[in-house]
């Protein structure tokens, strides 16, 4: 075999056409040898001679894409000093673009032995680990562009791709869980009619199934276990080709980029799938012990953990900066995909023991010409000190608003002393979120996620059922902000169904009223329901996966959720792109007259009102008038006036039309409740009755404010009639008429 010197760069296997590339970075290694697997498992051996700043290379001519490999790092193995290398193990390339195989619970996987932890163990892992895959760069994107939706006009939908797709009955069954069924048209069209614009695909990098786990007969679902950055997860390949996933992968993006939705990626950088002392010797431990991972100062053999999983990335080494760097670039430029959404994103920022929001990960995210623009999504919290930083992130962030979850929770099932979170929450968050010359944007707005209740779950139980899981319960959280309505589970009493279907609804014109970015989570607009269990992480089975078999109450669900996001899309009122100018968090009008809030009784409300602990009703007036912003070609942006009346009491309340206009004439154009049948015409002074527990919304067109804009355009312009082109300004176009008949109940 010839073996060239090779280069350092680009680290890990790179195919050039005629040959491959194999770059590792090993400060602390005395010798690597590349160890390549044929078919039948026999192993060949090359030794890296070459080294340049801690990387050994070499090139070998004719290996092609397919070719499996490893590499043996020999060094030392001194834990007490945070060195574990132990050449018995053949080890992941941290830069493999594909993975084969999986992690087995064999002896040969760890370096101590079982029997006595004081041993070390070194037994041959080959044939019990997973080995890399040196795969083709090339692909037809053709056409691929990205959607590039702006923030403000986007809807996230957070998808499990094998749940998603595991029962769909129009995806063929040799489809379904993989790429290829989650790029089949059948799904693509489902989330394009609903009105989503981005997919948020839970984690697809390639991860480890806990042996644990396996022992009990479950799996890691969830996949927050990483061990390969580079390498889209094997077991959702559709061929089980060797390398298959990367361009079946690659075929989903270009599918979704077609239909006009983007790619995001949750992504896992804060830990790896090793975990602590204890865990098996895969890939960074034996290569790099103290560069990969942050270790206790003073006690080197153990990990610092904030992440629950028994390590952290060290984040104040270059070499784990470099890493993660790398693979965010490889996943926009090479991948295609449009975004991430960082799981606990607090940990990626400590450098020492603090969260800094100086840190040298903020630092070049902030620099990097690509990394910097695409979507960046955070999870902004960590189990460690200090973790919880919901609206303590740079200006490039968005963040997942753990705060609008839990006002919103509190104040539907009836909460005290909420009034003034609620309108905080509803209107952008600017509490959390302007001090840092962030957006309303800046806010992605949830109700639920896959960490929890599923929202069906969520007005259905009151306590978790995590028995499945195997914990004892002891798994999952105890605080989930939820309220079944009076019966635990499934129940047959119709007022307690009725109710829990205009909660669900509730919680849906909420969100999708609200500022910010809204995500759905998987499954929500079908009133998905995993029977209570609020942690279904190992649950890779029917608990979990999305039930298509659809009846009444999910058509309704369906339908409802379809038509709000209608309405929301065309309605630029309830996607504002800047705060409202006046104090939106404690009512009063502002000075542009952008928004207002009201008594149920037509009255402003006052610091009284909004103080007053059991008040759980209010009106919100939006002026489509006074949307300050201008659209993409600099025009102003004139929208429909709207009432949003909101009753989370136990009462039915009657709601008075306030004097916003005297020629105000308001039209009801969804109610959350199904047996309020929508109708007639409001003025000033007017009663509308709005049933405990829901939202009804009402439309003024604002012809007053539209007459005005194409008056002064045409004055602009020196000539009479109507102004057309380019130069129109932009208005709302949904009418209630419409809306009614997506949203209207079919019991009506």
């Given at each position: 075999m010839?073996i060239?010197?090779?280069k350092?760069y680009p680290?890990g296997a790179t195919f ?6 194999f770059?590792?970075f ?6 690597i ?6 078919d039948d498992?026999?192993?060949s ?16 001519p004719?290996?092609r894409p397919?070719?499996r ?9 001194d834990?007490e000093n945070?060195?574990r290398?132990?050449?018995s ?11 084969e195989?999986?992690v087995?619970n ?10 006595d932890?004081t ?5 041959d892992?080959l044939g ?6 040196v795969?083709?760069p090339?692909f ?6 990205p959607?590039?939706?702006e923030y403000h006009?986007t809807?996230?939908y ?5 749940g998603m797709?595991?029962l769909?009955?129009d995806?063929p069954e040799?489809?379904?869980g993989?790429?290829m ?8 069209n489902?989330l394009?009619d609903?009105?989503?614009?981005a997919?948020?695909?839970m984690p697809i990098?390639q991860f480890?199934n806990?042996t644990?786990l ?7 679902y969830?996949g927050?276990n990483?061990?390969g950055?580079?390498?889209?997860q094997n077991?959702?390949s ?10 079946e992968?690659?075929?989903?993006v270009?599918?979704?980029h077609a ?18 002392h204890?865990g098996?010797t895969?890939s960074f ?5 103290r560069?990969y991972?942050?270790l ?11 992440t629950g999983?028994?390590n952290?990335?060290?984040m104040?080494?270059?070499?784990s900066?470099q890493l ?5 670039r490889?996943?926009?430029v090479d991948?295609?995909v449009d ?7 607090s ?15 903020f630092d070049i995210?902030?620099q990097d010409p690509?990394?910097?623009q695409?979507?960046l999504?955070?999870?902004p919290?960590d ?5 919880y ?5 740079p200006?490039l ?8 979850r839990?006002t919103?929770?509190d ?5 005290p002393?909420?009034?003034?979170q609620?309108?905080?929450?509803l209107?952008?968050?600017s509490?959390l979120y302007e001090?840092?010359g962030?957006?309303?944007?800046a806010?992605?707005?949830f109700?639920t996620a896959?960490?929890g209740?599923?929202?069906k779950?969520?007005?259905s ?5 995590n028995e499945?899981?195997?914990?004892g319960g002891?798994d999952?959280?105890s605080d ?5 309505m ?14 829990r279907?205009r909660?669900m609804k509730?919680?849906?014109?909420t969100?999708?009223s609200?500022?910010?970015?809204p995500m759905?989570?998987h499954?929500d607009?079908l ?6 269990n609020?942690?279904?992480y190992?649950?890779?089975?029917e608990?979990s ?6 009846g ?7 339908a409802f959720?379809?038509a709000?996001?209608?309405l929301r899309?065309?309605h630029?009122?309830f996607r504002?792109?800047?705060f409202f100018?006046?104090?939106?968090g404690?009512?009063g009008?502002s000075e542009?007259g952008d928004i207002?809030w009201f008594?149920?009784n037509?009255s ?8 007053t602990?059991?008040?759980?009703s ?7 008038g ?5 659209d993409a070609?600099g025009s102003k942006?004139i929208?429909d006036d709207?009432?949003l009346?909101y ?6 309340l ?6 916003t ?5 308001w039209?009801?154009?969804l109610c959350?409740?199904a047996d309020r049948?929508l109708?007639?015409?409001?003025g000033?002074?007017?009663v509308?009755?709005?049933t405990?527990r829901s939202?009804t ?9 539209r007459n005005?804009?194409e ?6 312009l ?5 102004v ?8 709302g176009?949904?009418s209630e008429?419409s809306?009614r008949?997506?949203?209207a109940s079919?019991h009506?």
């Amino acid at each position: 075999m010839e073996i060239w010197p090779g280069k350092p760069y680009p680290l890990g296997a790179t195919f050039d056409g005629t040959g491959t590339n194999f770059a590792i970075f090993s400060s602390v290694a005395e010798m690597i040898e590349l160890c390549l697997i044929d078919d039948d498992g026999k192993e060949s051996r090359v030794e890296l001679r070459e080294v340049d700043a801690f990387v050994w290379h070499c090139y070998l001519p004719g290996i092609r894409p397919g070719q499996r490999y490893g590499f043996r790092v020999h060094g030392p193995f001194d834990p007490e000093n945070g060195h574990r290398c132990d050449p018995s193990k053949i080890l992941l390339d941290p830069y493999a673009k594909a993975i084969e195989g999986q992690v087995d619970n064999h002896q040969a996987n760890f370096s101590y032995d079982f029997h006595d932890h004081t041993q070390r163990a070194q037994l041959d892992s080959l044939g019990h680990t997973m080995l890399s895959v040196v795969v083709n760069p090339f692909f037809d994107w053709g056409h691929d562009r990205p959607p590039k939706h702006e923030y403000h006009n986007t809807i996230i939908y957070e998808a499990h791709l094998k749940g998603m797709t595991a029962l769909h009955p129009d995806i063929p069954e040799d489809l379904r869980g993989t790429y290829m069924g989650m790029a089949h048209p059948a799904m693509v069209n489902y989330l394009k009619d609903l009105g989503i614009t981005a997919v948020e695909l839970m984690p697809i990098h390639q991860f480890v199934n806990d042996t644990s786990l396996q022992d009990k007969g479950l799996s890691n679902y969830w996949g927050y276990n990483t061990i390969g950055f580079f390498a889209p997860q094997n077991t959702y390949s559709s061929s089980g080709e060797v390398g298959s996933q990367v361009e079946e992968f690659k075929a989903m993006v270009k599918a979704y980029h077609a239909a006009d939705i983007e790619v995001i990626l949750d992504v896992v950088y804060n830990h790896t799938a090793e975990g602590n002392h204890m865990g098996p010797t895969l890939s960074f431990r034996g290569i790099d012990n103290r560069a990969y991972y942050r270790l206790v100062d003073g006690d080197l053999a153990h990990y610092f953990d904030t992440t629950g999983t028994g390590n952290s990335l060290n984040m104040s080494s270059p070499h784990s900066l470099q890493l993660i760097m790398d693979s965010l670039r490889y996943w926009v430029v090479d991948m295609h995909v449009d975004g991430f959404r960082f799981d606990l994103a607090s940990t990626l920022a400590r450098e020492l023991h603090a969260v800094d929001k100086l840190s040298a990960f903020f630092d070049i995210i902030q620099q990097d010409p690509i990394i910097s623009q695409v979507k960046l999504i955070a999870e902004p919290w960590d189990v460690g000190e200090g973790g919880y930083n919901v609206g303590e992130f740079p200006p490039l962030w968005t963040e997942w608003n753990g705060n609008y979850r839990d006002t919103m929770r509190d104040f539907w099932r009836g909460e005290p002393a909420v009034l003034s979170q609620f309108a905080s929450r509803l209107t952008g968050s600017s509490d959390l979120y302007e001090h840092s010359g962030r957006r309303p944007f800046a806010s992605i707005n949830f109700i639920t996620a896959h960490d929890g209740f599923t929202l069906k779950d969520l007005v259905s139980y009151n306590e978790k059922h995590n028995e499945a899981n195997g914990e004892g319960g002891a798994d999952g959280s105890s605080d989930n902000k939820s309220w079944n309505m009076g019966a635990e589970g499934p129940t047959d009493d119709p007022q307690i169904i009725a109710l829990r279907r205009r909660q669900m609804k509730n919680f849906f014109t909420t969100l999708l009223s609200s500022q910010g970015v809204p995500m759905i989570s998987h499954g929500d607009e079908l009133a998905r329901t995993q029977e209570g269990n609020n942690n279904t992480y190992c649950q890779d089975n029917e608990l979990s996966w999305m039930n298509w078999e659809l009846g009444e109450e999910q058509v309704e669900m369906h339908a409802f959720v379809q038509a709000l996001i209608k309405l929301r899309n065309d309605h630029p009122v309830f996607r504002r792109r800047r705060f409202f100018k006046g104090d939106a968090g404690r009512g009063g009008e502002s000075e542009r007259g952008d928004i207002m809030w009201f008594t149920n009784n037509g009255s402003i409300m006052k610091d009284e009102d909004w103080d007053t602990w059991f008040a759980r009703s209010l009106m919100v007036y939006l002026n489509g008038g006074r949307i300050a912003e201008p659209d993409a070609r600099g025009s102003k942006v004139i929208d429909d006036d709207f009432l949003l009346a909101y009753n989370a009491s136990a009462e039915d309340l009657d709601f008075t039309i306030p004097g916003t206009d005297t020629n105000a004439i308001w039209r009801p154009v969804l109610c959350t409740d199904a047996d309020r049948e929508l109708g007639g015409e409001y003025g000033i002074g007017d009663v509308f009755p709005v049933t405990s527990r829901s939202i009804t919304i009402l439309i003024r067109h604002n012809t007053t404010e539209r007459n005005l804009m194409e008056g002064e355009l045409r004055s602009t312009l020196n000539g009479p009639g109507s102004v057309t082109g380019d130069g129109a300004p932009t208005v709302g176009t949904l009418s209630e008429t419409s809306v009614r008949d997506h949203v209207a109940s079919p019991h009506r």
